[in-house]
């Protein structure tokens, strides 16, 4: 069965650091381009970032630009999400997902979805 | 980046058809075919709904289609059921800013 695995959310104080992970299996990670979508309480999604299947074209959103890393280890079968000078906005559910087409350029057409992990950046 | 433009909320009643639209630029949109559409459920992941404009994942209902004109792209649901009722969200790269941005989505509420 496919599946993502988000963990590594948590509290953490304005101007912290978090790093998430996305434990990915049942199908070749090295294949498929990954992205992080997040989602505020009650409000709409939010693409965050995303990386080919190399690991060698990341891509971010302009309001973490800077501040967020993506990365990916293929022989763990990982992606993370390196995350610092976090701010209150940034308090959210983040998703990891998965690319639809294998051995592709980053589409960001995102088949299967991890539960996602809650992080909350708060005094 | 500015999201792409969704309507906050849409209705219909069972059996009837419905479309949301979503509204880009040059930049995003109108460029590239790289536009997909997502079905959430409350306090569930996004589902894929429709990708490459146009096209429906294995084990999508061929009652959700996709198409495109111009900068606006648009989901349609025919023959509403009541386990459409969710809220949707379209996303399209942009070469604005080199990224993706996802439309403010839509509630659809089946009556």
């Known amino acids: 069965e496919v599946q993502l695995l988000e963990s590594g959310g948590g509290l953490v104080q304005p101007g912290g650091s978090l790093r998430l992970s996305c434990a990915a299996s049942?199908?070749?990670?090295?294949?498929?381009?990954m992205s992080w979508v997040r989602q505020a309480p009650g409000k709409g999604l939010e693409w965050v970032s995303g990386?080919?299947?190399?690991?060698?074209?990341?891509y971010y959103a302009d309001s973490v630009k800077g501040r967020f890393t993506i990365s990916r280890d293929n022989s763990k079968n990982t992606l993370y999400l390196q995350m610092n000078s976090l701010r209150a906005e940034d308090t959210a559910v983040y998703y990891c997902?998965?690319?639809?087409?294998?051995?592709?350029?980053?589409?960001?057409?995102?088949?299967?979805w991890g539960k996602g992990t809650t992080v909350t950046v708060s005094s | 980046q500015s999201a792409l433009t969704q309507p906050a909320s849409v209705s219909g009643s069972p059996g009837q058809s419905i479309t949301i639209s979503c509204t880009g630029t040059?930049?995003?949109?109108?460029?590239?075919?790289?536009v997909s559409w997502y079905q959430q459920h409350p306090g569930k992941a996004p589902k894929l709904m429709i990708y490459?404009?146009?096209k429906r994942p294995s084990g999508v209902s061929n009652r959700f289609s996709g198409s495109k004109s111009g900068n606006t792209a648009s989901l349609t649901i025919s023959g509403l059921q009541a386990e459409d009722e969710a809220d949707y969200y379209c996303?399209?790269?942009?070469?604005?800013?080199?990224?993706?941005?996802f439309g403010g989505g839509t509630k659809l509420t089946v009556l």
């Open positions: 997902a998965k690319d639809l087409d294998a051995l592709s350029v980053t589409k960001v057409f995102m088949d299967v």
């Open positions: 049942g199908f070749t990670f090295s294949s498929y381009a």
């Open positions: 990386i080919s299947n190399t690991g060698g074209s990341p």
């Open positions: 040059s930049s995003d949109i109108g460029a590239y075919n790289y």
């Open positions: 490459d404009v146009d």
């Open positions: 996303i399209s790269y942009t070469s604005s800013s080199n990224s993706w941005v």
